[in-house]
């Protein structure tokens, strides 16, 4: 079986635009492939090391969630990076054959350092997160890597810094493939892309009251002000929901009582919420049954980290007898 390795950096709570982006991406690959797929406690720490006071409770919520959506602990390796410590020493002995410019013309890098204003990023971690993240690829030999479009020029430079590593010291590790996860952005409440940052999420932990008053709330067409007035589906953020959960006879029928105005936007919407509440109902289980039962979730990650930790001393032996040190 094929490696399949990818991280998430702890964010906390999950929504359904992780759902619908990286999860249920990660839920088919367990299935078949060897899967490792970790927490990024690491990398969160080169963008808020100065305030890691929350890393530990969002890496554990993002557990929680992994668990409830249906990642089992017994298909795949769920571990914490910095559990691991061998992928600091390979990120060391990566940083040395690392040019440094390889670094600096990176776009998600550039981006960052523009995007993330008020944080000061010019660290020599937050320069170097490629590196590690190329170890934490590499260690597992992984051929499959599962990532958005943003994360894709970080696996290009892992393919880069294999051929160096191979070239000076013999062919130890694959190169690592992208496997891009297509992200149909995933529309939150106010019409933006979901995130929990813009306060426009529904999380998967969110209740079914919860679930139904924020899509009862969600942005629908703006030309649909009052009741009477027909509206454009197309327009509609509401509508990217209806078109990813409804049938095809549902979304024929609203979106004909949406251009008539013949059906009211809550109505609407209730066709599609109804769905959402009922994907999300096993999730609720599986979540109550870990709340009840909180070490399960600390044995499963222990599980994990054994399954890594063994197959990263593997890796590292081989790589400190080819470097020779
Ligand atoms: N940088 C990734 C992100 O922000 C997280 C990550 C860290 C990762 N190491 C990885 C993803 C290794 C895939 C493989 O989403
Ligand atoms: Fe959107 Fe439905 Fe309202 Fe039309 S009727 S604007 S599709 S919520």
Redesign the pocket.
């Known amino acids: 079986m094929e490696t399949v390795v990818s991280g998430a950096r702890p964010t906390g709570r999950l929504h359904l635009g992780h759902l619908h982006g990286a999860l249920k991406n990660w839920l088919r690959l367990q299935k078949d492939y060897r899967c490792f797929f970790f927490i990024a406690d690491w990398h969160a720490l080169t963008t808020d090391y100065s305030s890691p006071q929350g890393i530990q409770q969002s890496a554990r919520e993002m557990v929680m969630d992994w668990l409830s959506v249906g990642l089992d602990p017994k298909q795949c390796v769920l571990f914490r990076q910095s559990s691991i410590k061998e992928h600091a020493e390979l990120h060391l002995l990566l940083s040395m054959i690392t040019p440094v410019p390889w670094l600096e013309r990176n776009p998600t890098y550039k981006e960052q350092i523009r995007e993330l204003v008020g944080r000061d990023l010019s660290t020599y971690g937050f320069l170097g997160y490629p590196v590690l993240q190329a170890a934490d690829i590499i260690m597992y030999k992984a051929r499959k890597v599962p990532v958005g479009v943003d994360q894709a020029p970080h696996v290009e430079l892992t393919r880069e810094i294999v051929r160096r590593f191979n070239q000076f010291y013999g062919p130890i590790f694959p190169e690592p493939e992208v496997l891009l996860t297509e992200t149909q952005r995933f529309p939150g409440l106010d019409g933006r892309k979901m995130s929990k940052s813009y306060n426009n999420a529904v999380f998967l932990s969110d209740l079914p009251k919860e679930i139904e008053q924020k899509l009862g709330r969600m942005m629908?067409?703006p030309a649909?002000v009052r009741r009477q007035d027909p509206?454009?589906?197309e327009k509609?953020p509401?509508?990217q929901l209806?078109k990813i959960y409804c049938t095809p006879q549902e979304i024929e029928e609203?979106?004909q009582?949406?251009r008539s105005a013949g059906?009211?936007?809550l109505d609407?919407?209730r066709v599609m919420i109804k769905h959402v509440v009922a994907e999300m109902e096993p999730f609720r289980e599986k979540r109550a049954a870990y709340e009840k039962r909180p070490a399960d979730v600390d044995d499963a990650l222990a599980a994990g980290n054994r399954v890594a930790q063994e197959k990263a001393a593997e890796t590292m032996g081989e790589v400190r007898s080819a470097v020779g040190l």
């Open positions: 629908t067409d649909r509206g454009e589906p509609c509401a509508f209806h609203v979106s009582g949406c059906i009211g936007c609407c919407k």
